[in-house]
């Protein structure tokens, strides 16, 4: 069964250093979204992503946080300097249609930041 | 945006019970999945569900559109239940986001 796979499955990084997430969504899918998991706490949206512009974004997802499809298969988040705050694990999603269609989460990256 | 209330906060069984999950949604939804979050941190897909009832093995799920509110039914639980369950929701006329609910806990005990 196709999934979507995320790399790397755990990062650890200095404040204030640059961060690439990367996924891979399932091949067929046109629609890609990144979610957030701070601890202890809910799933929080953070973009969404279809054809190659970003189609709604969240307040958390401010100008420190960017988005890229640099290929046919990759789906990337970047956070250009992280804050203690970022610390999180970060959910790529993806999936055929926009609305009426399930989303298919990967198993994520935990990004913990010193 | 919508909000997403789940039911009961936490849960304690012992195996081989039963349970019921609940979600309530502040307006309509035109996407509604449940999932389970493992020890792992993984979020398992359970359901799509946007309406009617589904069933999986010992998982099923209701969602009563027009009331605004899913239920998970876990039957027979076992310990690999154990974990967090998620509901979450897509407002009606929108096209992109899911908002989660806060969870249930489940702890299954032998």
């Known amino acids: 069964e196709p999934e979507v796979t995320q790399t790397p499955s755990h990062q650890v990084t200095q404040m204030g250093q640059e961060v690439i997430l990367r996924c891979v969504p399932i091949s067929n899918h046109l629609y890609f979204y990144w979610y957030r998991q701070i601890l202890g706490q809910k799933v929080e949206f953070l973009v969404s992503?279809?054809?190659?512009?970003?189609?709604?974004k969240s307040e958390i997802f401010d100008d420190q946080f960017s988005v890229e499809r640099p290929d046919g298969s990759n789906f990337t988040l970047k956070i250009r300097s992280t804050k203690l705050e970022d610390s999180a694990m970060y959910f790529c999603?993806?999936?055929?249609?926009?609305?009426?269609?399930?989303?298919?989460f990967g198993p994520g990256t935990r990004l913990t930041v010193l | 945006g919508i909000q997403v209330e789940q039911s009961p906060p936490d849960l304690i069984l012992q195996e081989g019970a039963n349970s019921t999950l609940r979600c309530n949604f502040s307006?309509?939804?035109?996407?509604l999945q449940w999932f389970h979050q493992n020890p792992w941190g993984q979020l398992i897909n359970l359901f799509y569900i946007p309406s009617g009832t589904k069933q999986n093995g010992r998982l099923s799920a209701t969602t009563v559109a027009t009331e605004r509110y899913s239920l998970l039914y876990i039957s027979s639980s076992q310990t690999t239940d154990s974990g967090v369950y998620f509901c979450a929701g897509m407002e009606a006329g929108t096209a992109s986001k899911l908002t989660f609910g806060t969870g249930t806990r489940l702890q299954v005990t032998l």
């Open positions: 992503f279809y054809n190659n512009e970003i189609s709604e």
């Open positions: 307006d309509s939804v035109n996407n």
């Open positions: 999603a993806s999936s055929f249609l926009a609305a009426t269609d399930t989303q298919y």
